[in-house]
């Protein structure tokens, strides 16, 4: 069955630290891989994915097939940065479906 | 910049009484989600339309939860009786459309927080 895991429900950095926020997922086709953020009182919305192979606010994630993984990543992290992120997995069953996460909190310290 | 609507923002009801939830999608968007989302957990999805047909309800409770979308614009997500395990953030989204691409990009609306006493 499809899925998707987020072991962290808490992340805490220091401003200026590397983030590293994990996501592992199962699927055994060719998944499609997304990153939402949720900043306080705001709506969920789209940060990258992996087809786009963008950075998005400092933020890049690599979808390595080999461990199934689709970590998040930025190199120096800002108090802006403080969020709810999840991890999210499409794939085609019929129709199109999308699989979350459970989140991982971002706190960003000064 | 056009946004996903809905209403109402919050919801407290009884068990057994019914509630229904109202999301007005983009403009243009031919694909509209409901998900839920319980306190600590990501958005399960409910219920998928693509213009007014249903195309994916394998997760909707359908003993109790109904979805429409008559003229396949604006949305209407209904439980009936309300149970306590109901309890949770319904979400509407919706896309331009559902295929590959960046044309499948969800834009979620506020939410709705059910609270069933």
């Known amino acids: 069955a499809q899925r998707v895991t987020q072991p962290e429900k808490l992340l805490s950095v220091f401003k200026g630290a590397p983030v590293e926020l994990k996501c592992n997922y199962s699927y055994s086709g060719s998944p499609e891989l997304f990153w939402y953020v949720q900043y306080s009182r705001q709506r969920l919305q789209l940060l990258l994915r992996h087809i786009s192979r963008e950075s998005i606010k400092g933020f890049t994630a690599d979808l390595n097939k080999g461990e199934t993984s689709f970590h998040l990543k930025k190199p120096f992290a800002q108090e802006e940065d403080s969020a709810m992120y999840y991890c999210?997995?499409?794939?085609?069953?019929?129709?199109?479906?999308?699989?979350f996460g459970t989140g991982t909190r971002l706190k960003v310290l000064a | 910049e056009a946004e996903v609507a809905q209403s109402p923002r919050y919801k407290i009801t009884e068990k057994s009484q019914a509630v229904a939830f109202w999301c007005d999608p983009i403009?243009?968007?031919?694909?509209l989600y409901w998900y839920r989302q319980i306190l600590g957990q990501g958005p399960e999805l409910l219920v998928q339309?693509?213009?007014?047909?249903?195309?994916?309800d394998s997760q909707l409770p359908k003993d109790r939860f109904s979805a429409e979308r008559l003229k396949g614009v604006d949305s209407t997500l209904k439980i009936q009786p309300a149970e306590l395990g109901d309890s949770a953030m319904y979400l509407c989204?919706?896309?331009?459309?559902?295929?590959?691409?960046?044309?499948?990009?969800?834009?979620f609306g506020p939410g709705t927080r059910l609270t069933v006493l």
């Open positions: 989204a919706s896309s331009l459309e559902s295929g590959t691409g960046g044309r499948n990009e969800q834009f």
């Open positions: 403009s243009g968007h031919a694909t």
């Open positions: 339309f693509q213009d007014e047909s249903v195309v994916d």
């Open positions: 999210a997995l499409r794939f085609a069953s019929g129709t199109y479906k999308y699989i």
